[in-house]
């Protein structure tokens, strides 16, 4: 038995499990679809964690009213850029209708 995995897990039921879970992991991880999954998911946890200690940062070195304003401002674009994004999908689907009958 392997001595790594040996001085974390006591029995060998969670021996067994482990190794269980890496094979289902490494099966899934093979799949391109699971893999760009796990990634996507990786880098939304990235950015929010890196997000976290800038504001923190951003808390200790700067005037409350000017974190404050810029949150605000940083929210407000992201709400627009949001709007944005949807009416130009809405614009491309309408464009594509062959009759002003399926609009309505």
């Given at each position: 038995?392997?001595?790594?995995?040996?001085?974390?897990?006591?029995?060998?039921?969670?021996?067994?499990?482990?190794?269980?879970?890496?094979?289902?992991?490494?099966?899934?991880?093979?799949?391109?679809?699971?893999?760009?999954?796990?990634?996507?998911?990786?880098?939304?946890?990235?950015?929010?964690?890196?997000?976290?200690?800038?504001?923190?940062?951003?808390?200790?070195l700067y005037?409350?009213?000017?974190?404050?304003?810029?949150?605000?401002?940083?929210?407000?674009?992201?709400?627009?850029?949001?709007?944005?994004?949807?009416?130009?999908?809405?614009?491309?689907?309408?464009?594509?209708?062959?009759?002003?009958?399926?609009?309505?």
């Open positions: 038995m392997n001595m790594k995995i040996r001085k974390y897990f006591h029995t060998k039921k969670e021996i067994k499990g482990w190794k269980m879970c890496t094979k289902a992991l490494k099966k899934y991880l093979n799949d391109p679809l699971y893999k760009n999954s796990f990634f996507v998911m990786l880098t939304s946890i990235s950015n929010a964690g890196f997000g976290f200690i800038f504001w923190m940062l951003a808390a200790k005037p409350k009213e000017d974190v404050g304003i810029a949150t605000a401002l940083i929210s407000s674009m992201a709400l627009l850029c949001c709007f944005v994004w949807n009416n130009i999908h809405m614009i491309g689907f309408y464009s594509s209708m062959k009759r002003k009958e399926d609009l309505r």
